[in-house]
């Protein structure tokens, strides 16, 4: 798949799930790298803490990305909820999930071993 479709396919993927839950305001940023990149999405739907740690554990598990590849290109638009935050956790170096003021956000990083997602992180000027 080249990196135009892939991006595509995630962007796709992640916002079908945002959908689910019928927000009224939802942001997709992408920011690219030679070897990497990273997707935040920002949306206004409150979550309960079990509902985050769903979204978490589904983005974070083991990194399959030939069933990914497989799997998301058969699955189509049957798949509801976490399956599809599934299919994308099988591909993704790292994800992260937190409550917001307004909402949910949710962080992806994408790369090869070389990635590193620090070097896309927004420093905190805390």
């Known amino acids: 798949m080249k990196r135009k479709e892939f991006i595509l396919h995630l962007i796709g993927e992640i916002a079908h799930f945002i959908l689910d839950s019928d927000p009224m305001r939802m942001v997709i940023s992408l920011h690219q790298e030679e070897d990497g990149l990273h997707l935040a999405i920002?949306?206004?739907?409150?979550?309960?803490?079990?509902?985050?740690?769903?979204?978490?554990?589904?983005?974070?598990?083991?990194?399959?990305?030939?069933?990914?590849?497989?799997?998301?290109?058969?699955?189509?638009?049957?798949?509801?909820?976490?399956a599809r935050l599934n299919l994308v956790g099988w591909q993704i170096k790292r994800g992260d999930v937190s409550r917001t003021d307004s909402g949910t956000n949710i962080d992806l990083w994408f790369g090869g071993d070389r990635f590193d997602p620090g070097r896309f992180s927004i420093p905190d000027e805390g």
């Open 42 to 82: 920002f949306d206004d739907t409150e979550r309960t803490d079990e509902e985050l740690e769903k979204i978490r554990t589904a983005l974070n598990n083991a990194q399959r990305p030939e069933l990914a590849g497989y799997y998301g290109s058969m699955a189509g638009y049957d798949m509801f909820g976490t």
